[in-house]
């Protein structure tokens, strides 16, 4: 089904049950953002905030809280997107099933984007910043955000749509020092379109002329966050999974878009930066305030009956989880004419997306090295080239941890089987051999974990063979700890949490190097990493909590130690048990509390 507007894609799913409606007045300052994160936390319905405080529109969330639900909302262009996906990332695919590939070219030229010839719903009103839901999500973000804008943006000179670029890049609507109504602010991340765009016009005598998109059909949406192999613009994506053309308006020299609930048209301004944030993120804690480029506002339009689409982000999983969900089934086809022989990649979720990426690869090309009776390559080779080409090319250059495995034996290995996933590596891993750091490294933009704002470290984690071990499920009764270590419980086979003493940077290292002597050899046999902790019991209690804190908490050049450690040719391994200090440092960011 196509929907002309957001609100027909509400009305769609009211049809069916899935709609909320809320009446009473409600608060966006964390008012909203409660009332969505309750219902997101027992997959609830779709959210439609009727009357909010401040603003004359009304709002809706949760729109993507359930795989079910967003699959439902995509149920008709699901099976023809995938197609044109496949095609993009192998062309020689419709050559081998022509009948199969033969409505791919059509799904492409039919979703190419539309120029509205008349008035379009877009032009329909026009408001001002502190007239939209200045919705505040957690009690230390520095202002109202939106939280699912879709940004344009074009290269200096150009008037051709299929050169722009649509990211979804946070906007600071008031706070800080920003000017109500004249100033927002924009947050680029590292590696995004725009940033190619603002460099050019750095560059240029021409004013950078921004667009931001809120609402419209939710193909709209997606398409902002969405990969996409070279040559496929967000806005044919978008009209593709739509099945409907995205259609665009060109006003005062301002690309809009014509089915848009609201539209915000400004300048980038030149040489000019402004403290962005603090601000709630998905990885679970504040990305804290920094200087990031503002932009002037020109205008800002709303259609009739305009609705405000947001949603909260936190530690995750969140709503924004189903955009992972789908993403990964979109493109999930392409994945081996992207990056050859991988088979399988999972950006985990739990851990906040980037900081720690599971890879399934493939050894092929040292046929004659293949021993032992499982007929399987016993070091890393091929799979070291391929976790390379992971952290050189789009989304998963983002990964801190990379852990590879050679999949090749094991057809049945599945790289989002988070549990057996681990348990494979732990078991045939070596340590001597097989960690591979990269250092003094840019890293995530909200990940805090590096010693210094937007650096730190990242590492690749590379399997191959037979299993070497037998993983542990219990604590030796030989093990004792030194002073401030205690509550040792086993996370999953072969993985020993330990509650540690309160992290200093003056005592981190002599705590740790304390803890290695202390650790039997019996323990180290069957319980290959060690991970200290500050709280052993929250981390033991779920998989989610362990792949959080661990993940999250850790910087890989400094925070892994290893039992009786080693340097050779500049290369660091340990000859016993792998130790992470994951616990939380001085200069990590604030987690996210409610109140």
């Known amino acids: 089904m196509s929907y002309k507007s957001l609100a027909d894609c509400i009305q769609d799913l009211e049809r069916i049950g899935q709609v909320k409606r809320i009446s009473r007045l409600v608060d966006p300052n964390l008012e909203m953002a409660d009332i969505h994160l309750e219902n997101f936390a027992r997959k609830g319905p779709v959210l439609f905030f009727?009357?909010?405080?401040?603003?004359?529109?009304?709002?809706?969330?949760?729109?993507?809280?359930?795989?079910?639900?967003?699959?439902?909302?995509?149920?008709?262009?699901?099976?023809?997107?995938?197609?044109?996906?496949?095609?993009?990332?192998?062309?020689?695919?419709?050559?081998?099933?022509p009948f199969q590939f033969a409505q791919v070219p059509f799904t492409a030229l039919k979703a190419l984007p539309k120029k509205s010839r008349f008035k379009p719903p877009i032009l329909f009103g026009k408001t001002t910043i502190d007239q939209l839901p200045m919705i505040k999500s957690w009690p230390d973000d520095g202002g109202a955000f939106i939280t699912l804008p879709q940004v344009f943006s074009m290269p200096?000179?150009?008037?051709?749509?299929?050169?722009?670029?649509?990211?979804?890049?946070?906007?600071?609507?008031?706070?800080?020092?920003y000017e109500l109504n004249k100033e927002v602010g924009l947050h680029y991340q590292i590696h995004r379109g725009?940033?190619?765009?603002?460099?050019?016009?750095?560059?240029?005598?021409?004013?950078?002329?921004?667009?931001?998109?809120?609402?419209?059909?939710?193909?709209?949406?997606?398409?902002?966050?969405?990969?996409?192999?070279?040559?496929?613009?967000?806005?044919?994506?978008?009209g593709m999974l739509n099945d409907r053309r995205f259609r665009y308006y060109w006003k005062d020299g301002f690309l809009l878009s014509s089915d848009a609930d609201f539209v915000i048209t400004g300048f980038i301004k030149k040489d000019v930066l402004k403290k962005e944030g603090p601000f709630g993120d998905h990885i679970g804690y504040y990305s804290l305030a920094h200087d990031f480029p503002v932009m002037e506002v020109v205008d800002v339009y709303h259609r009739k009956d305009a609705i405000w689409h947001f949603t909260v982000v936190g530690r995750p999983p969140q709503e924004d989880s189903s955009f992972g969900h789908l993403?990964?089934?979109?493109?999930?086809?392409?994945?081996?004419?992207?990056?050859?022989g991988i088979r399988d990649v999972h950006a985990v979720d739990e851990a906040g997306v980037h900081p720690l990426l599971l890879a399934i690869g493939s050894e092929r090309y040292m046929p004659f090295e293949r021993v032992g009776r499982s007929n399987i390559a016993e070091r890393p080779e091929?799979?070291?080239?391929?976790?390379?080409?992971?952290?050189g090319n789009g989304q998963t250059t983002l990964a801190k941890y990379l852990m590879i495995i050679d999949g090749s034996p094991y057809p049945d290995l599945k790289a989002?089987?988070?549990?057996?996933?681990?348990?494979?590596?732990?078991?045939?891993?070596?340590?001597?051999?097989?960690?591979?750091?990269?250092?003094?490294?840019?890293?995530?933009?909200?990940?805090?974990?590096?010693?210094?704002?937007?650096?730190?470290?990242?590492?690749?984690?590379?399997?191959?063979?037979?299993?070497?071990?037998?993983?542990?499920?219990?604590?030796?009764?030989?093990?004792?700890?030194?002073?401030?270590?205690?509550?040792?419980?086993?996370s999953m086979p072969g993985i020993l949490l330990l509650q540690g003493p309160k992290f200093t940077i003056e005592t981190a290292k002599t705590d740790i190097d304390s803890l290695a002597q202390k650790l039997p050899t019996?323990?180290?046999?069957?319980?290959?990493?060690?991970?200290?902790?500050?709280?052993?019991?929250?981390?033991?209690?779920?998989?989610?909590?362990?792949?959080?804190?661990?993940?999250?908490?850790?910087?890989?050049?400094?925070?892994?130690?290893?039992?009786d450690s080693f340097t050779k040719n500049k290369h660091w391994g340990c000859r016993g048990s792998l130790i992470i200090d994951a616990r939380i440092k001085s200069h990590h960011a604030p987690e996210l509390t409610r109140h």
């Not at 603003?55 to 997107?81: D, H, M, Q």
């Open 50 to 97: 009727e009357n909010i405080k401040g603003s004359p529109f009304p709002a809706v969330s949760n729109l993507y809280g359930t795989i079910e639900r967003t699959e439902f909302i995509f149920r008709k262009t699901i099976p023809k997107v995938k197609q044109v996906m496949s095609v993009k990332g192998d062309p020689g695919a419709a050559f081998k099933s």
């Open 156 to 177: 200096p000179g150009s008037k051709n749509i299929m050169e722009s670029n649509i990211g979804m890049y946070r906007i600071q609507l008031n706070g800080n020092d």
């Open 194 to 238: 725009i940033g190619i765009h603002h460099t050019m016009y750095n560059e240029s005598s021409e004013k950078f002329k921004v667009s931001i998109f809120i609402g419209g059909p939710p193909s709209h949406t997606f398409a902002a966050i969405m990969p996409l192999p070279e040559g496929l613009s967000e806005m044919t994506f978008a």
């Open 327 to 340: 993403i990964h089934l979109l493109a999930g086809g392409i994945l081996e004419s992207e990056f050859p």
């Open 382 to 391: 091929e799979i070291l080239t391929q976790a390379q080409h992971l952290l």
């Open 416 to 490: 989002n089987d988070v549990g057996i996933y681990f348990q494979h590596l732990l078991e045939r891993i070596d340590w001597r051999r097989d960690l591979h750091f990269i250092t003094n490294t840019t890293i995530d933009t909200l990940d805090y974990s590096g010693d210094d704002w937007n650096m730190g470290s990242k590492v690749i984690w590379a399997c191959a063979g037979s299993p070497k071990r037998t993983l542990g499920n219990t604590i030796p009764t030989s093990l004792t700890l030194p002073e401030g270590f205690g509550k040792p419980l086993v």
């Open 522 to 563: 019996e323990l180290q046999k069957t319980h290959p990493l060690i991970i200290v902790v500050d709280d052993s019991q929250f981390v033991a209690e779920e998989e989610a909590n362990f792949l959080w804190v661990v993940f999250t908490r850790s910087n890989p050049a400094i925070d892994i130690y290893g039992v």
